[in-house]
């Protein structure tokens, strides 16, 4: 069985969680393209909010409906990947820089689900990806001091695809940070997010309530 072939069964799976007629939110990422396909397939009638400008731009395509997130209260489930996921349903994001976007439609929705192949899961978070922060411009010299003093080590995201520094769809500086022997995951989260300047971080703390695994042997699933 290839990749491919298991991330679509891992987006197959995800169809039973979406209730007819409801309003759900899609991460981005080819699951979540592929998922995209199996729901204009199965004609569902429901509408979606995104934090990628990509999946908008597919859903659009396929003649689906999107929705401003700013104009949603709440989500029935809502579907992401992720970078590396752990036993306790703590999960780690770092590729996509649209994790504060991510985090708040992950609390919106009652079942935020991630859609992961089995070398994304591991028993405790080894922080091999690095945290990522959004920041406030006018903060960064203070954010860098600060975050070092909790032991990380920081890069500000740059591409050789713009010249400076990224910039998040929210207009704010992204920070990556690496960190070694983490010992209390939810005491970093938190003394991270209580550094002023700091927007959001890319952990998922008590936000993801299922986790679907996908491998040659079929679907498994993680759940609270």
């Known amino acids: 069985?290839?990749?491919?072939?298991?991330?679509?069964?891992?987006?197959?799976?995800?169809?039973?969680?979406?209730?007819?007629?409801?309003?759900?939110?899609?991460?981005?990422?080819?699951?979540?393209?592929?998922?995209?396909?199996?729901?204009?397939?199965?004609?569902?009638?429901?509408?979606?909010?995104?934090?990628?400008?990509?999946?908008?731009?597919?859903?659009?395509?396929?003649?689906?409906?999107?929705?401003?997130?700013?104009?949603?209260?709440?989500?029935?489930?809502?579907?992401?990947?992720?970078?590396?996921?752990?036993?306790?349903?703590?999960?780690?994001?770092?590729?996509?820089?649209?994790?504060?976007?991510?985090?708040?439609?992950?609390?919106?929705?009652?079942?935020?689900?991630?859609?992961?192949d089995k070398s994304k899961v591991v028993d405790t978070l080894t922080f091999q990806h690095p945290v990522v922060l959004e920041v406030l411009e006018d903060s960064l010299a203070y954010v860098t001091k600060a975050v070092r003093a909790l032991g990380g080590k920081t890069t500000i995201r740059t591409s050789n695809a713009k010249d400076g520094f990224i910039i998040s769809d929210n207009g704010h500086l992204l920070i990556d940070v690496q960190f070694e022997n983490v010992t209390d995951i939810e005491k970093l989260e938190n003394n991270l997010k209580n550094i002023s300047g700091v927007i959001d971080t890319s952990l998922f703390i008590n936000v993801v309530t299922k986790v679907l695994i996908a491998s040659d042997e079929g679907i498994t699933i993680l759940s609270k």
């Open 1 to 116: 069985m290839t990749g491919n072939d298991i991330k679509k069964n891992c987006a197959q799976a995800a169809l039973q969680y979406i209730p007819n007629h409801s309003v759900i939110g899609l991460g981005g990422g080819s699951t979540i393209t592929y998922l995209i396909d199996f729901i204009k397939e199965k004609n569902l009638q429901i509408k979606i909010v995104t934090p990628s400008a990509q999946t908008r731009m597919l859903c659009l395509q396929k003649g689906l409906e999107v929705l401003h997130t700013s104009s949603v209260e709440q989500v029935a489930v809502a579907f992401d990947g992720c970078d590396q996921v752990d036993h306790h349903l703590r999960a780690l994001k770092s590729g996509g820089g649209i994790h504060t976007k991510e985090k708040l439609i992950g609390h919106m929705a009652d079942d935020y689900i991630l859609l992961v």
